[in-house]
């Protein structure tokens, strides 16, 4: 089915660990983002990339990087995990415009101890 | 600051009955409003939206109101039904179409009743 596709789904990581969560969509939309969800929080943009070799900062990207690797994927790296960053992180994408909203991915719940 | 305000952080509505869910919103250069759903353990889902220049929209049992003086809005579902069940998320668009990332409400938990 066409759509978002997050991996991994669960991750617990040790503080200082490193990893990378990876994103990928079938829709040929041109622009991503990566949002992470923290318990009455609703949801706050990371970084996003508009079209393919573009990315910016969103609301809350200390901590993060990311890499466009291609059209199709987006991926948020966390070089030093903090507890701070334990959360739960979607992925979406969009055409250019929010006309017919984002499509997101079911979710990366991600532990840091 | 808190750019989009979802103020009822929990609804409770009876079977059948109208829900009516609220969103504020401060940035008056935000031109575009959207509504999700969101179930336990999954990505949120996009339910209906509204371009500034119109004050209605709908979609079947969803209707969205915009009153731009107030900085308001809201969602309708009429009838509710067990399946509406959900955390509803207010968002909205500053210009450049979306592209450039949504700003979202703490989100609202519908519970409908039976």
């Known amino acids: 089915n066409a759509g978002v596709t997050q991996t991994p789904k669960f991750q617990v990581l040790k503080t200082g660990q490193s990893m990378t969560l990876q994103c990928a969509q079938d829709?040929?939309?041109?622009?991503m983002y990566w949002y992470r969800q923290d318990p009455g929080m609703g949801l706050r943009l990371i970084y996003y990339s508009a079209s393919e070799g573009t990315t910016d900062k969103g609301e809350v990207p200390n901590g993060y990087n990311v890499s466009r690797l291609n059209k199709r994927e987006f991926s948020l790296r966390l070089e030093s995990a903090a507890p701070s960053q334990t959360s739960v992180y979607f992925c979406?994408?969009?055409?250019?415009?929010?006309?017919?909203?984002?499509?997101f991915g079911s979710g990366t719940r991600l532990t840091v101890v | 600051d808190q750019q989009v305000k979802q103020n009822s952080p929990s609804l409770s509505v009876q079977e059948g009955r109208i829900s009516i869910l609220n969103c504020d919103y401060t940035?008056?250069?935000?031109?575009?409003f959207l509504w999700y759903k969101k179930y336990p353990a999954e990505g949120p889902t996009f339910l209906i939206s509204?371009?500034?220049?119109?004050d209605k929209n709908e979609d079947g049992r969803f209707t969205v109101f915009l009153n731009k003086s107030a900085k308001h809005l809201s969602l309708h579902i009429v009838p509710s039904q067990p399946g509406d069940s959900a955390v509803y998320f207010c968002a909205a668009s500053a210009g450049g179409g979306g592209a450039d990332g949504l700003t979202f409400g703490k989100g609202t938990h519908l519970i409908i009743q039976p």
């Open positions: 829709m040929n939309h041109n622009s």
């Open positions: 979406a994408s969009s055409e250019m415009t929010a006309v017919y909203g984002y499509t």
């Open positions: 509204i371009s500034s220049i119109k």
């Open positions: 940035n008056s250069m935000f031109d575009y």
